[in-house]
């Protein structure tokens, strides 16, 4: 495990705890420009299929108003004149009823071709993202997710792009057509009453500024209800990793306590939220309403009082008709203001989930300013030369942009660290003065009590972490220069923490090495002792493992972490604690094949079982950050140091 210290930050921005409970504070993010923008990029690359889904808006848009304005003609054409006849004939009505129809199932079918085309924009768009967010994760530095809890990062990928699905399937084609149908509606009304339309434009500014007012105060609060729903997805997560350890220190009451804290700051900043936002819907349907009543008083008024009607036609009589058509239109015209209203806090739930996902994108990835690289190299006439072909031999190569030339170095696994001083945070330094070195085929074992500094040597060795001062030298070359990827494909890591991933054991054994056949994953495991075992499970190697393996003992998860470390036959090895969830005699068997796999190989061990490092070629005693002890295991005995006592002290305690 990372000696890193885990920053946490329990309390979500926004909230705070007072004498009754949480208490979410004003909105202190606000949503900005910039992240639409960039969203809107993402939708940019389907613009054929938004023309289309625009073309079915503004047919939808157009068949609807047509619709609003064919009912005027209806009552002004056919049925007040119908009215009037002894004998009416009804063809004439019948036809313009049938035209209506046809009006309404166009725009039936523009909807249904809107829906299906953002369905896949939306999926899309989303799978872009993801893929987008996992890519970059694979860039981030260990330090990123030594901070930041499992559970939060895993929110990303579901909370986060849930609420995108919405905005871009369902918000984003209904604001647009909302815009579309006030244009068409509003010309149409104009086409009706010019004295009604400016009515209903003041109504209706009315009705936007208190729409907005309320939407904006709830907005920010949509981002804190974003940031306290990872951290309580954080900590669900944790819980449930942690359950056997809950349960053995009957911890289930402080857990809830703490379940609870965060459940009530995470329901505290989504009723602040949609307390708000709940109001959008109510109070913009009971104006439109109150509206509707307005316009009818006025235009009936205006139609009893004989008031010449202007509209874009000219001059005229403001008939019945036109009077209920202008109504209709009203309606027509306040439902997508309702629409907006509604989808407010959507858009603030979108945003505020594609803000935290670009916050991820903007991570910096890991800096790798390396260019010595890892190549197949053999032998010829004295001289290395590359080759495509794996031939057992590595090296590193070293261009010179000096003369466009190219030098070799044999891979061999020489390993120097000169005066390293180190520290997670740059105010607190965890390493001091480290200097060491491992020739080839060499065994050094660091030993110390917990968070003296073994692991974080080799975090230093992986560059998972990069010095604040000193040298690494691995081959004589400076790690700075040497790429990432091939600096770590040259090492072989077994950690404490064994991580089995889902698919049959035989693939777990080859993640060291893709290309390895199963003969040599086989070979592998019986080097590491996990052959007996493998061979005894229901389909042998062909066993599919899930949940991390939880079917298996931890001692035999931690057999097939050292087989999967044997197959990728590489030339430095660092074994962090590799037996301790190993039995004793297991462990003495394990030992012999773990020898038999570090012949010829430059090894780091750390253990704490001293019984494991005795054979060493070197041991180095650290504490606190410091190497206070190195030598054999003889000379150290004989030095009766640290090291002496802690060696007696474990006989006394077997």
Known sequence: MSEARKQSNPRPAGVQRGPGGPRAMGPRQPIHKETVVRLMKYVAPFWPRLLLVLGCIIVNAIATASAATFLGRIIDGYIAPLLLEANPDFSGLLTAILQMAALYVLAILAVFVQARIMAVVSHSVLRTIRDQMFAHMQTLPIKYFDTHTHGEVMSFYTNDTDTLRQMVSQTLPQTISSAITLLVVFISMLNCSVWLTLIMILGSFVMLSVTMKLGGRSAGFFVSQQKSLASLNGYIEEMINGQKVVKVFNREEKAKEEFDRRNDELCANMTEANKTANLLGPVSNNMGHILYVVLAIIGGALAIGGV?????????????????????????????????????????????????????????????????????????NGQLVETAERTGMWAWKHPHSADGSVTYTRLQGDVVMEEVDFGYVPEKTVLHDISLYARPGQKVAFVGATGAGKTTITN???????????????????????????????????????????????DNIRYGKLDATDEECIAAAKLANADDFITRLPDGYNTVLSGDGSGLSQGQRQLISIARAAVADPPVMILDEATSSIDTRTEALVQRGMDRLMQGRT????????????????????????????????????????????????????
């Open 603 to 654: 090894v780091f061990v750390i253990a704490h079982r001293l019984s494991t490092v005795q054979n060493s070629d070197v041991i180095m005693v650290l504490d606190h950050g410091r190497i206070i002890e190195r030598g054999s295991h003889d000379q150290l005995i004989a030095q009766k140091g640290q090291y002496y006592q802690l060696y007696t002290g474990a006989f006394e305690l077997e």
């Open 460 to 506: 230093l060795i992986n560059r998972f972490y990069d010095i604040a001062d000193g040298k690494i030298r691995y081959d004589g070359i400076n790690i700075n220069k040497i790429r990432k990827p091939d600096l770590r494909h040259s090492l072989g890591v077994v950690l404490q923490e064994v991580n089995l991933f889902t698919g049959t054991v035989m």
């Open 308 to 380: 010449t009607n202007l509209s874009l036609h000219g001059t005229g009589t403001l008939t019945l008709g036109a009077i209920a058509a202008f109504l209709t239109l009203s309606r027509n015209f306040m439902q997508p203001i309702n629409q907006v209203a509604q989808q407010i806090n959507f858009i603030a739930m979108a945003m505020a989930g594609a803000e935290r996902i670009f916050s991820l994108l903007d991570e910096q990835p890991e800096a790798d300013d390396g260019y010595v690289t890892l190549v197949n190299a053999r032998e010829e």
